[in-house]
């Protein structure tokens, strides 16, 4: 049976009703009231956890695209409004992560959404602890949001992929584009507003799960200062599930915090093949290219897909790597993307050159 209902500006879409007994009853969107041309943002997860927090933070949802996806492209969609645009969210395949599996995701969503001009790479990843900002030493957290964003490069630098030179060191010859300008004016004006106030993350996750109260089960609440962390470099996890066993005195001190709400640091995404559980690696890649998050998809995206990365942290990247914290990071991380789309300006993202026209182009240039 369909129905036909009106979204919060009294437009009608299609549903679908599917009953289950006498009392109880399912309605499921059928098709967005929206054409595919009239999408603008393409946000990418690589993780099932990551995209629920997508959804969590849409302020309507317009269910399954008008027009199919095309016969190459094997994404599945979720299509929704978030901060008065209408935004493509599409996850990476279950159980497969990595830059090639992001370029494959990406490729199809920009071909079957063909007027998306931006994109953001959203979901969790390592925060490198202690890094220096202008003289300052900032602390991360976890729970923290990091943001790609570097005056001398793109925000974004792939650390194992390179070549080994005479006298030992390394060199990176894998150069990665600077996202949009129309992303990081956006970004400028959010960091200087963050000099007056403080972020929305905690207002949009507390959102989310009013919106979604089985969420609360699922770990996308805030697990509790305690149970963030930091070992020493050289002391590994002693085994099981959690640091329940690990030595309490080899944990490094660090001051407590104003409160508990998530910080959003701008830094050096660094991106590579293969998950790091290792604090001694985490050292020399913070070294080497003063990066302060560490993650594996974005390579995949950067040169073919005009976007941004944006990070919840959820480990330090070291032996004592568990799952706790990835679903609060990936609610910090998605409302932190939803509060960057309300700087971005209408006008200056039309005028962006299309996602699609970036890909092609990129494809032209390689070498045969």
């Known amino acids: 049976m369909r129905l036909q ?41 690589a993780l099932p956890i990551e995209m629920a927090a997508a959804k969590g933070m849409l302020d309507e949802e317009h269910g399954d695209p008008q027009t199919p996806p095309q016969e190459a492209d094997h994404n599945t969609y979720l299509l929704g409004a978030m901060s008065g645009f209408k935004v493509v969210i599409a996850c990476l395949p279950k159980d497969e992560l990595g830059a090639s ?58 650390y194992d992929f390179g070549k ?19 992303l990081r004016t956006a970004l400028a004006k959010m960091e200087a507003e963050h000099q007056t106030r403080e972020n929305k993350i905690c207002q ?37 599930r959690s640091c329940a066993a690990c030595d309490p005195t ?3 001190h660090r001051e407590g915090r104003f409160d508990t709400s998530p910080e959003i640091h701008y830094g050096v995404v660094a991106t590579g093949s293969a998950v790091v559980k290792h604090a001694p690696t985490r050292a020399q890649i913070k070294q080497r290219h003063g990066a302060i998050c ?22 330090y990247a070291d032996s004592h790597k568990n799952d706790q914290w990835h679903s609060y990071a990936a609610a910090a991380a998605a409302a932190c993307a939803k509060e960057l789309l309300e700087f971005v300006q209408p006008t200056a993202l039309d005028a962006e ?16």
Not at 125 to 137: F, N
Not at 146 to 158: A, K, L, M, P, T
Not at 164 to 182: K, M, Q, V
Request: proline residues 5%.
């Open 5 to 45: 209902v009106r979204d919060s500006r009294g437009l009608n879409f299609n549903v679908k009703r599917q009953a289950f007994g006498k009392k109880s009853s399912v309605y499921r969107k059928v098709n967005s009231p929206y054409g595919n041309d009239e999408y603008t943002i393409g946000w990418v997860s």
């Open 101 to 158: 599996s992001a370029a494959v995701v990406a490729t199809g969503m920009l071909f079957t959404f063909p007027n998306i001009r931006v994109g953001i790479m959203v979901g969790i990843g390592a925060g490198i602890p202690h890094y220096d900002d202008d003289d300052e030493t900032r602390d991360i957290r976890l729970g923290d949001v990091v943001i790609g964003s570097d005056r001398g490069s793109s925000g974004v630098i792939v």
């Open 164 to 182: 080994r030179l005479p006298d030992g060191s390394f060199e990176n010859i894998y150069a990665l584009d600077r996202p949009p300008r129309t």
């Open 204 to 240: 949009y996750i507390n959102s989310m799960l009013e919106k979604y109260p089985y969420m609360r089960k699922k770990g996308f609440a805030y697990p509790g200062s305690s149970y963030d962390q930091l070992f020493g470099e050289t002391y590994r996890h002693t085994g099981g």
């Open 250 to 252: 080899q944990q490094i």
């Open 294 to 315: 560490l993650e594996m998809e974005a390579a995949g995206l950067i040169n073919n897909f005009p976007c941004i990365v944006i990070r919840g942290i959820s480990d």
């Open 353 to 368: 050159r299309k996602a699609k026209d970036c890909l092609r182009k990129s494809l032209n240039s390689r070498p045969m």
